[in-house]
């Protein structure tokens, strides 16, 4: 539905009337991982966050020809502070510290000659964080049943094929997703003991070890970014866990590489993982700019928060350049978001 509608703004043109109205200043751009097509997860939720390299490469000479600047974070924010919006802006954004930005995507950066970020999750890189989608998706793709305890009782799912793959993938996918802390680590902990994964061995087989970020490190094109010591959904944490969570992460990565990783980027980044009182604690830990996974361009009006900064994400489902090409128009997301505040204010006034 949603390529649909995108291919109706794109083919009938209305896309280019409405983007003097919302294209804004300049656009932060989310990506995750950079893998081959054949390497790609079978798993919808996972697959949207993996592009591939030709895909990558098309979209940076895309945003050259259509004549942005692809700039750093910290460019980023002194146009938005200082209010110089001559030229239109991107910023490339890479979350979480994957082995394959450096094995594929760093060799394109450096190709282009072109500025990125990569925000690190420093539990990732040591092996501690408990990367729960990915184990899932182990679990499901090796076994031919899966038993988990779902609220307070033992399911067990079969899943011998791949549609019964993905639909239960996703059903526990959300259920995970949706559980508070405690008890979905320990869920998934116990899934590990039972089917003989070790947590530990997971992550470091997608992580970037500390020599490849050293190694980025030293380059001039690359920000080191903080995203938190265990990618947990800052806002179901207590507030002196978030400025841990934070604050950690940073100390580490300042140790391990001697960068200041001053911009922040919130693990998931939705409304239910990131809101007013996490984007208050990041500022007053001295960051200067913080990244969501809202999905809007970036506006002028942006510059008073600063902390709060939505991205457009390269999704693995929609690798085409006119879907670029809309996206960085602003007029898909400008829609929505005005579509949403008008319905809402509808249920005000009722
Ligand atoms: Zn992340």
Not at 165 to 183: A, C, G, Q, S, V
Not at 305 to 332: D, K, M, T, W
Request: aromatic residues 10%; glycine residues 4%; proline residues 4%.
């Amino acid at each position: 539905m949603a390529h649909t509608l995108l291919d109706g703004l794109y083919y009938s043109n209305a896309y280019r009337l409405l983007e003097r109205k919302y294209q804004g200043v300049g656009v932060i751009l989310t990506l995750h991982h950079v893998v081959k097509a054949s390497d790609a997860s079978p798993f919808d939720i996972n697959r949207l966050l993996e592009i591939t390299p030709e895909f990558l490469e098309q979209t940076i000479q895309h945003v050259i020809a259509l004549g942005y600047d692809i700039v750093s974070l910290d460019e980023m924010r002194h146009r938005l502070v200082n209010q110089q919006f001559n030229r239109k802006f991107i910023c490339f954004t890479l979350d979480d510290g994957y082995i394959d930005n450096y094995q594929n995507a760093f060799p394109i950066f450096k190709k282009y000659n072109i500025p990125f970020t990569i925000y690190v999750t420093t539990g990732i890189t040591d092996g501690t964080a408990i990367l729960w989608w990915r184990c899932i998706e182990k679990i499901i793709l090796q076994e031919n049943q899966i038993a988990i305890e779902m609220n307070g009782k033992e399911e067990c799912f079969e899943i011998k094929s791949l549609p019964q793959k993905r639909e239960i993938f996703n059903k526990l996918y959300w259920h995970l997703r949706n559980m508070p802390l405690k008890p979905q680590h320990a869920v998934v902990l116990a899934l590990m003991k039972k089917y003989q994964l070790s947590s530990e061995e997971l992550c470091l087989n997608y992580a970037m070890s500390w020599d490849m970020l050293k190694e980025l490190a030293q380059s001039p094109l690359v920000t080191i970014g903080t995203h938190t010591v265990n990618h947990l959904a800052l806002a179901k944490l207590p507030v002196e866990d978030v400025k841990k969570e934070a604050a950690l992460c940073r100390d580490k990565l300042s140790q391990r590489l001697h960068v200041d990783a001053n911009h922040f980027c919130y693990p998931y980044g939705d409304v239910s993982s990131a809101d007013n009182r996490e984007f208050k604690i990041i500022e007053e830990l001295g960051f200067k700019t913080a990244t969501t996974t809202r999905k809007q361009v970036i506006y002028a009006e942006h510059s008073s928060h600063l902390h709060a900064l939505p991205r457009i994400p390269l999704n693995g489902h929609y690798q085409q350049q006119r879907y670029v090409r809309l996206l960085l128009s602003g007029v898909p997301t400008g829609l929505w978001q005005s579509a949403k505040q008008h319905v809402q204010l509808i249920k005000r006034r009722n």
